[in-house]
T-cell receptor, first 106, second 114 residues
């Protein structure tokens, strides 16, 4: 299956700081998604982004499929951004990365 | 209305018991999935159903048996529960088997086997 690696594994930010999370995948994919798992365990779909760039408020994502990576940008971080961020890449089924655990401190 | 709903949210049971987790989606999606999230937060697919037919069956013990009475429901039955089955189980759905559409996840079922 597709290998999906995320970095960094852990990240601690002061509220208001910006960050970039990276997702590398081992093979060509036709689908990529970013998810946020909040401290209550709920998985929330952030972006469906097989290629290109999308923005949603303080979050944006870019996928460069030819180079097999995707980036998630978080600007002006808030404590509610804390949780685990997963990327999942798919050709025929989704494979998840191991996640980036983000803690935003006030 | 919840798009993908799972019941129960929490399940505590003894070793050796048989239990079921139910999942329903009201999105009109034709593909549904079961994922297992272990204690290290790693998410791994277990099963995928498209229009009530099994598409993906990853290497899981045959004590786990999915059942899809219709394309809006995918239930997971687990026989002879073991301690190692403790995890969070997520149901998800998507619009097309080819995965050209994103996933929507349920809120998860935390299973604890004692």
């Amino acid at each position: 299956g597709i290998q999906v690696e995320q970095s960094p594994p852990d990240l601690i930010l002061q509220e208001g700081a910006n960050s970039t999370l990276r997702c590398n995948f081992s093979d060509s994919v036709n689908n990529l998604q970013w998810f946020h798992q909040n401290p209550w365990g709920q998985l929330i779909n952030l972006f469906y982004i097989p290629s290109g760039t999308k923005q949603n408020g303080r979050l944006s994502a870019t996928t460069v499929a030819t180079e097999r990576y995707s980036l998630l940008y978080i600007s002006s971080s808030q404590t509610t951004d804390s949780g685990v961020y997963f990327c999942a890449a798919s050709l025929y089924q989704f494979y998840f990365g191991t996640g980036t655990s983000l803690t935003v401190i006030p | 209305d919840t798009a993908v709903s799972q019941t129960p949210k929490y399940l505590v049971t003894q070793m050796g018991n048989d239990k079921s987790i139910k999942c329903e989606q009201n999105l009109g999606h034709d593909t549904m999935y079961w994922y297992k999230q272990d204690s290290k937060k790693f998410l791994k697919i277990m099963f995928s159903y498209n229009n009530k037919e099994l598409i993906i069956n990853e290497t899981v013990p045959n004590r786990f048996s999915p059942k899809s009475p219709d394309k809006a429901h995918l239930n997971l039955h687990i026989n002879s529960l073991e301690l190692g089955d403790s995890a969070v189980y997520f149901c998800a759905s998507s619009q097309a088997q080819s995965n050209n559409y994103g996933y929507t996840f349920g809120s998860g079922t935390r299973l604890t086997v004692v």
